[in-house]
């Protein structure tokens, strides 16, 4: 017998028995009703066995919660996927309370689904908490929908190839001044110094997506009053934020004067264009927060890779100038580094989930309308075979070879035009300010490399496995860590503070 109708068999003992004994003319009706609802649930039971073999492989879970209890009490899941990635290969499925998740080990994998077929990857989850706290206006986490286009279209239209540029001028002037701080201002921790040059405004709308418990209607309504004057604050804090620069004298460039002076940006609602602005530089903070202390612990513990860039940059750039943009072209070693940086310590390691939009399949597996999508960034970053037996450590030159003469590097053929990792996501939701960022990361790398010898503070002894370990949310963590910073030359603060002073 088959294995849901014998099932049924023991579910329903008595049935054979009722459906004789009693009178057909009768209970006529009622008998076809019966039978009716057995046949619906047979196969639905039946659909349901089929469609559970379909899915892809994953760890087992429990009735009814699934594989939630596996990971409530991990914080870096990533390293939990990264472990199964062994176990059941480039695409597992994961169940939590009735929740599908499917989780893209493969960068072939990936690319199949979240680039080839985004027309129906380039969603995101529902979320009854992003409603009111504000993530559905946060550009990383709104819907498919027509809200996003209009967000996505302005938002590309000033961070765009040729737009980001424009910025330049002031990525350089920061860059000055951060060097600046970290040689003089020995009072703040590392951490600050960073954060205080990353940005001043205060992030946090990707710790908005944290599991909520809800465990009573009051606290749900005490939870969606406060959610809903967070949303507001937030709202006034980015308004406050976007009026102020707009309508400051300065002539630089910047992302909300350009916002509001460009055509696109009029397809925007007043709201809107304040989120697309305050949620672009609240993201931009933990990008850069997050990259430049891992490049900064980088430099510190591989004093060979601090050299080799430093190098590269007295033979370009000389030392009676700094860095500026005209010179990346010929700095591939320290394009290298902030590839090796993005590439080694993902931001977001999970990056920000997709959801499917309607059923499909994938090498033989079913995907279901819904299905929460995470590409495993963590794992695409440090696969093997693309990047050799060494992936887990820190080294730029996988990304470059000797030139022709051989006495300079110059940057790999396949990594001349990709980015080298996967870390700014895919398809159509690829993040937006990836090339301002990736100028944001160059100029900084250089500026403090040219400037500064980078060394850690005796007894210094970070760990990365522990701050993993620490790590909350979808953001990776910094590492915790101190350095002592020096200049290179003598002429180093002169120039330092001519330069800071003229920008």
């Not at 910047?254 to 007043?270: D, I, K, M, P, R």
């Not at 910094?478 to 180093?492: I, K, L, M, N, Q």
Request: aromatic letters at 12%; glycine letters at 4%.
């Amino acid at each position: 017998m088959d294995p849901p109708f014998a099932m049924h068999s023991k579910l329903f003992p008595y049935a054979s028995h009722f459906f004789h004994s009693v009178d057909v003319g009768k209970f006529l009706p009622m008998k076809l009703v019966f039978i009716a609802a057995l046949i619906l649930l047979t196969f639905r039971l039946v659909l349901g066995f089929k469609n559970r073999g379909r899915l892809p492989p994953g760890p087992r879970g429990l009735p009814i919660l699934g594989n939630a209890l596996q990971l409530a009490s991990v914080s870096q899941i990533w390293l939990i996927f990264d472990k199964w990635k062994s176990q059941y290969g480039p695409i597992m499925y994961l169940n939590l309370a009735g929740q599908h998740i499917v989780v893209l080990n493969t960068k072939a994998a990936a690319i199949e689904l979240l680039e080839r077929r985004s027309a129906i990857y380039s969603d995101r989850p529902k979320s009854i908490v992003g409603e009111y706290v504000g993530t559905a206006l946060t550009m990383p986490f709104v819907r498919y929908d027509k809200r996003w286009q209009r967000m996505r279209r302005a938002a590309h239209a000033v961070l765009n190839v040729r737009a980001s540029a424009q910025y330049q001028p002031v990525q350089i002037e920061e860059a000055v001044i951060f060097a600046h701080k970290l040689l003089y201002d020995t009072s703040s921790p590392l951490s600050t110094k960073i954060a205080r040059s990353a940005s001043t405004m205060i992030s946090t709308h990707y710790r908005l997506l944290q599991t909520l418990c809800i465990h009573s209607p009051t606290l749900w309504l005490q939870w969606k009053r406060n959610a809903k004057r967070t949303f507001q604050q937030t709202t006034n804090l980015y308004e406050n934020y976007y009026n102020t620069t707009v309508n400051h004298n300065n002539q630089q460039p910047n992302l909300c004067v350009s916002l509001a002076e460009n055509e696109v940006a009029g397809e925007l609602t007043a709201v809107e264009k304040v989120w697309v602005t305050g949620a672009i530089s609240a993201a931009s903070l933990d990008t850069t927060t997050v990259t430049i202390s891992y490049f900064l612990y980088a430099m510190s513990i591989y004093p060979n890779v601090q050299a080799r860039a430093q190098r590269e940059l007295d033979e370009v750039v000389g030392r009676s100038r700094m860095p500026t943009f005209d010179d990346m072209t010929q700095l591939p070693y320290i394009k290298a580094i902030v590839k090796e940086v993005l590439r080694w310590q993902p931001v977001t390691p999970l990056a920000v989930p997709h959801a499917a939009m309607e059923d499909d399949w994938y090498e033989g597996y079913l995907i279901p309308k819904g299905t929460i999508i995470f590409p495993n960034v963590w794992s695409m970053n440090r696969d093997q075979e693309t990047y050799g037996p060494d992936a887990d450590q820190f080294s730029p030159e996988r990304f470059v070879q000797k030139s022709e003469t051989g006495d300079a590097f110059v940057l790999r053929p396949e990594f001349e035009n990709n980015d080298g990792h996967y870390t700014y996501g895919f398809g159509r939701r690829i993040c937006v300010g990836r090339y301002v960022a990736e100028n944001s990361l160059f100029i900084t790398a250089c500026t403090i490399l040219w400037a500064l010898h980078i060394e850690p503070k005796a007894n210094a002894t970070p760990n990365l496995e522990e701050k993993h370990r620490e790590a909350q949310d979808i953001l990776n963590s910094t590492p915790d860590f101190d350095c002592h910073f020096s200049p290179r030359f003598p002429e180093v603060e002169r120039i330092l503070q001519d330069t800071g002073l003229a920008a």
